[in-house]
């Protein structure tokens, strides 16, 4: 007797609209797929936060839209195709080979550990998703399609960093810590476990504000290109990014293009302050450079407190004026000398910059 053939199982996405505690995450995801343009959303955070997750629910919410993933072995012809050469000799044509830019055009491209691919395959990714046209040479031959994704990158900041350069070519990005609410910490586990023990009663509990939400992604791409930036939003903007002391402007068109698509999923008539006010921590969390500190944040933003007075810092030349002053001891000890000192690097997700 011979045993037949396992069925596939057929594979549930959880809900984006049960995903708990991951507010500023889904914020950041719904304006990427509102505006690929901007460059994708780089998720930052340590294992078992979701990251993967979210970024399948999103998928999930968009109408036919494919996921895609980049594997980390992935070689740059993998991602953007080639172009067989050999067959114009047989039959006069250039034939294309899609690579996965191709694939996830009109869908989602998921980028698992972000940090570990080669620099060039990621400068490769983030041209193509900046400008939704994927350009394939080869032989002097080129040829161009559309790739338009939303792009997704995670990375755990444990494994290693990414280039300054690198991480300013991604839109907005979003770190995420373990959860050390214990309320959050049982909503999170309860959501899982009704997930685990019955997706479609899951499913079904939330298919009315997933549908709802569907159709307010797709009206606000309609309405995208509508909605204006006044003076007044474009100098707000400009004003947050000098006091994060950012390099260049990408900083403030993606502040821009985000808070245009938080207005257009608000069903707002134009862009406002409070837009920019709302998605600019997105836009500046990975391009904040060290020099910030010292700058005065604009009148009505929002910044991290000095540090306290009370607290000298011994970098500051505090510590070695009080060593200084101190008596000496009894055994005839040198007096104190300057020595240089290593700079300690942030263990936050998104360390500053050089500037």
Known sequence: MTSSPLAPVPVTTFPFTALVGHEALQRALLLAAIDPGMGGVLISGPRGTAK??????????????????????????????????????????????????????????????????????????????????????????????????????????????????????????VALHNPADATQRQAIVRARLAFDADPSALLARHAAAQAELAASVARARAALAGLEWTDAVVQHAAHLALAAGVDGIRADLVMLRAARALAALQQQASVRVEHVDAVAELALAHRRTESSAGVAPPSGATQPSPPSPSKPSPANGQGAASAQSAPEGDWGALPPEPQPMARVRSTGAWPPKKA
Do not use: C, K, W
Request: hydrophobic residues 45%; glycine residues 8%.
């Open 52 to 173: 993967s997750t979210s970024a399948r629910a999103l998928a999930a919410l968009l109408p036919e839209a494919p996921f895609v993933t980049l594997p980390l072995a992935a070689s740059l012809e993998q991602l953007v195709g080639t172009l067989n050469i050999e067959e114009v000799l047989r039959d006069g044509q250039v034939r294309l080979a899609p690579g996965l830019v191709a694939r996830a055009h009109g869908g989602l491209l998921y980028v698992d550990e972000v940090n570990l691919l080669p620099d060039a395959l990621v400068d490769s990714l983030l041209d193509v998703a900046a400008s939704g046209v994927n350009t394939v040479e080869r032989d002097g031959v080129s040829h161009q399609h559309a790739a338009r994704f939303v792009l997704v990158g995670t990375m755990n900041p444990e494994e290693g960093e990414l280039r300054p350069q690198l991480l300013d070519r991604f839109g907005l990005s």
